[in-house]
């Protein structure tokens, strides 16, 4: 475990930040934690300051769970890493309370609600509890800001088009009445998907491939938290997805527990 | 009894935890795809969230008692995760048939923001012991109800011809969108029929 020289194989530390921010973003490409990301982007101030709350939860829960990562048993780890995530977001909500208390009021539960943000756990599980702190700290904070640029890029749109405002500030012309719909939950939808779609079309798009080589390597729960298998790709339009084979797995399940029953009854 | 019957409609209707308040994300676009599976997942969380309220309600009044709401976070993530474990090796020895339409969706729930949003959520709003069941019976049922429409939605989605760059996920949150729009039809509706 050779934390301070990474063998050549290895990412830099750089390497490590950097690809939080667009080839492996965990809102647009990733797709991981959408609750806060639809959820408070209605306001930029809303959206920056979610996205910083997370980065600080990321940080320090990243370097805690690496620091510790020898000492916690594998077969407890995941309470562990809910314990650790849980006490630093009750302290991002105790100090946001006290200097913010306007960002308190607009993020309400979404707040202690970065505890099951995906993000967060899926990091400490897949990276912080592999590597070294400073590597771990450098993943936190490249995850963090790249979530942090995609809610301020939504929040934005949203802000612009639904209420003709930028940070509180006027900017469309007054004959030009804002669209309501996209301050609602209906066109947080709406951004998100035309906003995926728009990164979908710079990497494909002929003009740009040679710049934006087209690059499917997350290794990420992806699309679906909820889908165990991992498989990194996180695409349904892309054949190797497992998404298929989870929903057959799950139908598996089902037989297997159904199979069960009916020989218990007899 | 009016205002149960407020608080459990306006949870299923006008503030449906996925397509109003944005909880439940996951599992709304994860598991959608098919029929059975949309309705298993969204029973399962309706047992989670109305259990984990039975439970977390009492233990914030300790919480306050004691002085110690700053734990609120860390003990109800704590508690709804053991819950659920106990909830599916309970219902694997003794309520078989349950276990198997239910019981293999509950490991996907176990960090599920919508089951942590409702028990922080009834507290917020000060709910009494019965009105936050009320509460957690209406969020879950609401979760239901979109995910049952939503999967009606992607069936036809599945075969529809989007734009290339559409294709999978950005259609289906466009489609999403227009299932939410359709809910802000409810808004005022239950006020208007319960007088609240």
């Known amino acids: ?266 | 009894m009016a205002q149960y019957a407020s608080i459990l409609f306006s949870m299923i209707l006008v503030n449906n935890f996925v397509l109003v308040k944005f909880l439940g994300i996951c599992p709304f676009l994860g598991v959608s795809k098919k029929f059975d599976s949309a309705v298993g997942m969204g029973a399962a969380v309706t047992l989670v969230m109305v259990l984990a309220i039975a439970v977390t309600w009492p233990i914030q009044q300790l919480l306050t008692a004691w002085g110690l709401e700053y734990l609120q976070t860390i003990a109800f993530i704590l508690v709804i995760a053991t819950l659920v474990q106990l909830l599916e090796m309970f219902l694997k020895r003794y309520v078989p048939t349950l276990h198997a339409s239910l019981g293999v969706f509950l490991p996907l729930i176990t960090t599920n923001c919508a089951v942590l949003g409702v028990a922080t959520l009834v507290v917020d709003e000060g709910y009494t012991y019965l009105e936050s069941l009320v509460a957690g019976l209406g969020a879950g049922l609401g979760f239901l109800l979109a995910m049952v429409i939503f999967s009606g939605v992607r069936r036809r989605v599945e075969e529809a011809n989007p734009p290339e760059v559409f294709r999978g996920m950005p259609i289906t949150l466009i489609s999403a969108a227009i299932t939410a729009m359709s809910f802000m039809g409810f808004s005022g509706v239950i006020d208007h029929l319960f007088g609240a």
């Not at chain 1, 990733?30 to 639809?38: E, I, Y």
């Not at chain 1, 929040?155 to 940070?167: M, P």
């Not at chain 1, 906003?195 to 729960?221: C, F, G, N």
Request: aromatic residues 4%; contains cysteine.
């Open chain 1, 1 to 266: 475990m050779s934390q301070n020289t990474p063998s050549p194989s290895e990412p830099t530390l750089a390497q490590v930040f950097d690809k939080g921010l667009l080839e492996e973003n965990p809102a647009l490409r990733q797709m991981l934690g959408l609750c806060p990301t639809l959820a408070v982007t209605t306001a930029v101030t809303n959206g920056l300051g979610m996205g910083l709350a997370t980065t600080f939860v990321l940080v320090c829960s990243e370097v805690a769970v690496s620091l510790l990562r020898h000492a916690i048993p594998k077969t407890v780890r995941t309470p562990a890493f809910i314990t650790i995530i849980a006490s630093f977001v009750t302290l991002v909500m105790m100090l946001v309370k006290a200097y913010l208390p306007a960002l308190d009021e607009a993020l309400g539960i979404y707040l202690p609600l970065i505890v099951v943000n995906c993000i967060v756990l899926g990091r400490a599980e897949m990276f912080a509890s592999k590597n070294g702190p400073l590597r771990a700290a450098a993943d936190g904070a490249g995850m963090g800001i790249g979530f942090t640029i995609a809610l301020v890029l939504i929040s934005a749109v949203r802000e612009v088009l639904g209420a003709g405002t930028l940070l509180g500030v006027r900017v469309l012309p007054p004959f030009i009445e804002p669209m309501i719909i996209m301050v609602m939950p209906a066109g947080g939808f709406a951004v998100l998907g035309v906003l995926i779609a728009a990164s979908v079309w710079i990497e494909e798009h002929p003009r740009h491939k040679t710049r934006y080589v087209k690059k499917r390597v997350a290794p990420s729960a992806s699309l679906c938290a909820a889908c165990p298998i991992n498989c990194g790709i996180g695409d349904p339009t892309d054949d190797m997805c497992a998404k298929d084979e989870f929903v057959e797995m799950l139908e598996a399940a089902v037989t297997a527990a159904k199979k069960e029953a009916e020989e218990r009854e007899q």
